[in-house]
């Protein structure tokens, strides 16, 4: 990651930062951008903030666990005031695709949990169509092929093709911390994406997609020398 990318990542986790406030729930998201969050975050509870985190993923738990971020579990607090985590693509009406760090349904099981849920990122990820990065699919290891040939059924249906790969973690498949693997679509542009997120949902082997509708509420871009508030109506 270059210096001015990682400058971007910061200076949003910075204005999300803002939001949070003693005592808060906080879900607390998976990736680049959450983790400068996270950094961000410990600084201020080691300065005094009270708060405790869900993490989205066993690799943010862990960095949680190190600065020294206090942590509980969506059992023990099964409801969140605030949800700051990063996406992959941000389209209109803040509709998005997340799962490229391999922790989507941790990150919509948090995120639907909260009462808000804030995106961080740097400019390029936003787009006027969501679908140039890849749509990741989470899926049952049972059935793979027969889950695999029904996406793409779902897919024709709506106008949609392209390559559908399972995610490789070198010469292995990845696999997420639930034990599910990930296929990752290359659909290009996808215009409807309430009609694919139903329809997706609709197949028994898929776990869950990368389509996040109707949970972020506000967003923090950064690029251009500021940090952009942009919200449902932008």
Known sequence: MSGDMRELKIEAARAALGQVTDGMRLGIGTGS?????????????????????VPTSERTARLCEELGVP????????????????????????????????ALLREKIVAAASQRMIVIADKSK?????GQFPLP??????????????????????????????RQDGEKPFVTDGGHLIVDASF???RDPRALANALHAIPGVVEH???LDLADT????????VRTVGLSD
């Open 33 to 53: 951008t959450a983790e400068e969050f996270v950094r961000l975050l410990a600084a201020r509870v080691a300065e005094g903030l009270s708060v405790i985190g």
């Open 126 to 130: 936003m787009v006027e169509t969501l």
């Open 219 to 226: 967003a923090f871009i950064a690029g251009d020398g500021e």
């Open 188 to 190: 290009g542009r996808i």
């Open 71 to 102: 942590l509980t579990t969506l059992d023990e607090t099964p409801a969140l005031d605030l949800t700051i985590d990063g996406a992959d693509e941000i389209g209109p009406g803040l509709a998005l695709i997340k799962g490229g760090g391999g």
């Open 137 to 166: 699919i989470e899926v049952n290891v049972f059935g793979l092929r027969a889950t695999i040939l029904a996406i793409e059924s779902v897919a024709r249906e709506l106008g949609l093709s392209g390559r559908l790969a399972v």
């Open 210 to 212: 990368g389509l996040f």
